[in-house]
């Protein structure tokens, strides 16, 4: 199985520095380029920090082949309706090449930003499965209508509609059964992040059997819901749990060759940062991610 690679990129880079960030990782060779969806992130709070839609715009106007994606939005503080507006917005400045990450959203300070409280699982899932609805609605139809339990739609014109048919590719991030039956129904590419933070660090193979298992899981889902599993793109992002992916190109290769083992068509990396947080030697990261690339 082929595999493709793709590059996540913070949202913090200013002004041409971020220019030249994107270029590079187009210039890596690599299918797709993704940033985080958050208001904020973890130990970076009092760090730049920018709006992804408004990033991959900036990044769309610098790069011609890569596709870009939100790696994934949330309905923690996001809307269907200006989601699908931005998505549509995003298809045609990129010239086709935006995908939409989804997924329900994680605990943190982002649910409690605009003023609401943390939901409990299962209406988060419950929120989840009608944002992606509607969003797909809103890109597929011209003008739409909804009401529903977390948001609704009143009229909502989508012209002049998107350039890629029937809308741009939606990646939903999913773990659980519930999740991925989303995903069966309105997905073309399934995320997966490997084990939820509160497993606890796990060993490379138990990382990678944890995935494997999730992918036996959404395929399986799939073919309860009447869809062919090899119909969907399986992305896996291996930088949370496995840090040191690109310490040499081998190291790579061996890395991505089990997940097309385990039936990833995807995986997708953390752009190195000097310090912190997916620090990495650029010059390393680059032999690596080349050496698979060409």
């Known amino acids: 199985m082929t595999v493709d690679l793709g590059v996540l990129v913070l949202p913090e ?146 012209r002049p509609g998107c350039l890629r048919h029937p809308r741009p590719p939606l990646a939903l991030a999913a773990s659980g059964p519930r999740g991925m039956r989303t995903v069966a129904r309105h997905a073309d590419i399934w995320v997966s992040n490997g ?6 660090p796990l060993e490379e193979h138990a990382v990678l059997r944890w995935a494997g298992r999730q992918a036996e899981q959404v395929d399986e889902v799939c073919a309860a819901e009447g869809r062919a599993p090899g119909s969907l793109r399986k992305l896996l992002y291996v930088s949370r749990a496995i840090p040191d992916a690109c310490a040499s190109p081998q190291r790579l290769c061996d890395l991505v060759s089990r997940c097309a083992e385990l039936g990833f068509t995807d995986v997708v990396l953390a752009h190195p940062r000097p310090r912190g947080v997916f620090a990495q030697d650029m010059a390393v990261f680059k032999k690596a991610v080349t050496a698979w690339t060409r």
């Not at 060779?29 to 920090?49: K, N, Y």
């Not at 507006?85 to 409690?112: E, I, N, W, Y």
């Not at 084990?195 to 606890?200: I, K, N, S, W």
């Open 195 to 200: 084990p939820p933070p509160d497993v606890g």
């Open 13 to 158: 880079h200013q002004g041409p520095r971020g220019a030249d960030v994107w270029r590079g990782v187009e210039e890596l060779g690599v299918a797709h380029a993704w940033t985080f969806d958050h208001l904020s992130w973890r130990l970076l709070r009092t760090e730049p920090w920018f709006d992804a839609f408004v990033t991959l715009t900036a990044a769309a106007c610098v790069t011609e082949r890569v596709e870009l994606g939100t790696l994934v939005t949330t309905p923690n503080f996001r809307h269907p309706v200006l989601t699908a507006k931005q998505a549509m917005s995003l298809d045609h400045v990129s010239g086709g090449r935006f995908v939409l990450g989804v997924g329900a959203g994680v605990p943190g300070p982002d649910t409690a930003a605009l003023g609401g409280g943390e939901l409990p699982t299962a209406r988060r899932m419950e929120r989840f499965e009608e944002f992606v609805d509607l969003v797909d609605r809103l890109l597929r139809q011209p003008a739409t209508t909804f009401r529903g339990t977390y948001f609704d739609a009143v009229d909502i014109p989508m």
